[in-house]
């Protein structure tokens, strides 16, 4: 496992994905990655992960050369339940969207290392409130966007296209997306706010979902805590050189 010790670092299927829908607007694959400091050659080898510098750099060259501010929608839409592994896998075969969401927050670290993901329960409401360990230099808010694009992409997938949150809150100034992402989310989007939230109702969480299955979700959570374990411990040897 290839681990960059220097920064937070992110799963490398991520930049796949954003490298990909570049190209799907004219972009070279391959030198948009080089250009943002990742080796073509060597991230599609399983379990690869890049550093968080390289992953925000790659969101801004992708907005500046497609000249398309909101591509956080299209690419959330590219990263399929299988590229972030048995985390995507065991999503999709939960009890409920809540312990989706709990599974989420458990393996968070698998997706990035620099996010902290809270489930607040309420007497009415769920709020997946999502924060920064440390903001990246070069920050782009875009890859903050499609973080909650993905968590709903996904419990649509798991439950029904129709859900909805109830509101939407994103912790940065730009508004120029909030249309698109309303129309995307189907309910509130807030800009300008102190956090990255989604909020849910809280009975949409606890529906029982069609595609349940305990066993597969234990064999997908054990395939992921054998991943972090590695990852645990290439980091630690990479440090201890």
Not at 18 to 30: E, F, L, N, T
Not at 50 to 61: G, V
Request: proline share 4%.
């Amino acid at each position: 496992m290839s681990v960059q010790t220097e920064d937070h670092t992110v799963l490398s299927n991520i930049a796949l994905a954003i490298a990909r829908v570049a190209q799907s607007h004219g972009c070279d694959h391959d030198s948009l990655l080089r250009d943002a400091g990742i080796n073509p050659d060597t991230i599609h080898q399983p379990e690869s992960r890049i550093s968080s510098s390289q992953h925000q750099k790659l969101w801004a060259l992708v907005i500046e050369r497609t000249g398309r501010p909101c591509v956080a929608l299209e690419i959330a839409n590219a990263i399929s339940p299988g590229a972030i592994h048995g985390l995507g896998l065991g999503w999709l075969v939960s009890d409920t969207l809540r312990s989706a969401l709990e599974r989420l927050i458990r393996f968070q670290r698998l997706v990035s290392t620099n996010v902290d993901i809270a489930l607040k329960e309420s007497t009415e409401t769920y709020e997946l409130v999502y924060q920064a360990r440390s903001l990246p230099s070069g920050f782009q808010p875009a890859s903050g966007d499609a973080l909650l694009i993905l968590t709903m992409r996904l419990c649509r997938i798991a439950l029904s296209e129709s859900i909805r949150p109830l509101q939407v809150e994103l912790n940065h100034e730009q508004r120029l997306c909030l249309d698109a992402y309303g129309e995307f989310f189907g309910c509130p989007v807030q800009a300008e706010g102190k956090r990255y939230a989604l909020v849910f109702e809280k009975t949409l969480l606890e529906q029982d979902l069609p595609d349940a299955n305990p066993l597969l979700a234990r064999i997908n959570d054990e395939s992921v805590t054998e991943y972090l374990a590695r990852y645990d411990l290439a980091d630690f040897v990479t440090q201890v050189r």
